[in-house]
């Protein structure tokens, strides 16, 4: 059992219309109690769960009123922590907030880790860890679409598919386990083809999960996407028009980015992680040259590659040499400037693109809804239906390919004729894989490392 209450500020700090305080454990509603003055003389003590209470949070000490305030009173078990939970609305600006958490401290509480809101919902079993680390998801998202998924895996998605695969190991290992302890009785042997079959149909239901990682990757963290191209060819200006702003500095002169820039934007629901690359070509400048080794590092860490042609300039060395560097990357190629009169050989273009090219003027921004639309098909080739189901967090891949590793040792152990307390090693370890996704054979560090990630407050 937990038994001392944490507190700490939950709201940005700086100028707002409202800071909370909020305060979690045994002693959450006698601590407000003790620095609350209800304009109604109401006693905290006594209220009924979640309720509203208006009144001032009183310095006893200096005799002073620090701030006017809204009390929102949570008894357990039905909060966000299961415990008894207090939140307290003053005023935003640093200073409201840190008198009152001060006094609230001085009072009992102590300041809350990071985190350690949400590490005890659950530790007192109100979430599970992929629920847990959904929270997290959730205020990180950057698009309705990743927003979306991460509240999917808050309601329980994940833990939905993982307990469905782990019941059924468990269903296989208990009956190993009988026919060990219970020889006498009259239970049905498991022969080595049903046992085969069950362990199968885990192994399918891991790799369905598995097929999905690649796309939820990319909707929890965002497609790493490098616009890359000889200098002038317009890498910056098709960065500003996908952001529709001026972000970066574009003029005539080559060489302008020296340095690469990075911008998130969403397309289609899309996170993306643009990045607008110094022009590569052989240079002895000291500093673009530095640029161009940055931009050859972009190239390596992208999914994605925005190749850019001129149609204003005729195909040169330098394309050629970029080509080389992107082969084996998913490229989308853009013939840009098509505002200007043509001087590009497009047969070349499509022999080097293989067809697939889209047309634009970053200027214009025509061919701009078609670049973004072939983005999104080139991710998603078969788009997302409204219910799919995601695997977002590479944490649970690992644990799921892990749990597979186990299963196909399994099906070794049976094929070498072992017995069946052999294939209850492998069976117990695949579903010690399986509950680290949920936190039921996770350990300490594990927790710990996991809840470090949130803010204070969460």
């Known amino acids: 059992m937990i038994e001392d209450t944490i507190a700490a500020i939950s709201t940005p700090i700086g100028e707002g219309g409202i800071s909370i305080i909020r305060i979690s454990g045994s002693d959450a509603i006698k601590i407000v109690s003790g620095i609350f003055k209800s304009k109604r003389n109401v006693d905290l003590k006594n209220v009924k769960s979640h309720t509203v209470h208006y009144g001032f949070i009183y310095d006893a000490e200096n005799d002073e009123i620090c701030d006017e305030v809204l009390v929102n009173v949570m008894k357990s078990p039905h909060t966000y922590t299961k415990e008894d939970v207090v939140e307290i609305n003053c005023h935003g600006g640093y200073i409201p907030s840190k008198r009152t958490l001060e006094l609230v401290l ?207 300039r005729p195909i040169e060395k330098d394309d050629y040499d970029i080509l080389k560097l992107i082969e084996n990357k998913k490229v989308l190629y853009i013939l840009n400037k098509i505002d200007l009169p043509s001087a590009i050989d497009i047969d070349e273009v499509d022999r080097l693109s293989g067809g697939r090219y889209v047309r634009l003027s970053s200027v214009t921004k025509e061919g701009l809804e078609t670049l973004e639309n072939t983005v999104y098909n080139m991710v998603l080739s078969d788009g997302l239906s409204h219910d799919e189901f995601l695997l977002t967090n590479m944490r649970h891949k690992d644990a799921l390919i892990k749990a597979k590793g186990s299963l196909m040792s399994c099906l070794k152990t049976i094929e070498s004729g072992l017995t069946e307390d052999f294939v209850s090693i492998d069976l117990n370890s695949a579903i010690d894989h399986l509950g680290l996704i949920t936190g039921e054979t996770a350990n300490e560090d594990l927790i710990n490392e996991i809840f470090e990630r949130f803010c204070v407050g969460k």
């Open 106 to 312: 001085k009072n009992g509480a102590r300041l809350a880790e990071p985190g350690e809101f949400t590490k005890r919902a659950f530790l007192n079993g109100r979430l599970d860890i992929s629920q847990a680390e959904a929270v997290i998801d959730i205020i990180r998202s950057k698009t309705d679409l990743s927003n979306k998924y991460a509240l999917m895996q808050l309601n329980g998605s994940v833990k939905e598919k993982i307990t469905k695969i782990k019941n059924g190991l468990v269903a296989l290992i208990a009956h190993i386990f009988a026919l060990m302890d219970f020889p006498e009785e009259d239970v049905e042997l498991l022969n080595d083809g049903e046992l085969i079959d069950g362990i199968n149909n885990s192994i399918r239901e891991i790799d369905e999960i598995l097929k999905t990682s690649e796309k939820g990757r990319i909707v929890r963290e965002g497609l790493n996407t490098a616009i890359i191209g000889k200098p002038n060819v317009g890498k910056s200006s098709l960065l500003n028009a996908l952001l529709n702003e001026n972000r970066a500095i574009v003029t005539d002169v080559p060489g302008t980015t020296r340095d690469i820039i990075e911008e998130h934007l969403s397309i289609k629901g899309i996170p993306i992680n643009l990045i607008d690359t110094a022009g590569i070509r052989q240079t002895d400048e000291i500093v673009e040259k530095i640029g161009v080794e940055r931009s050859r590092e972009a190239i390596n860490k992208a999914d994605l590659i925005i190749f850019v042609f001129d149609n204003s």
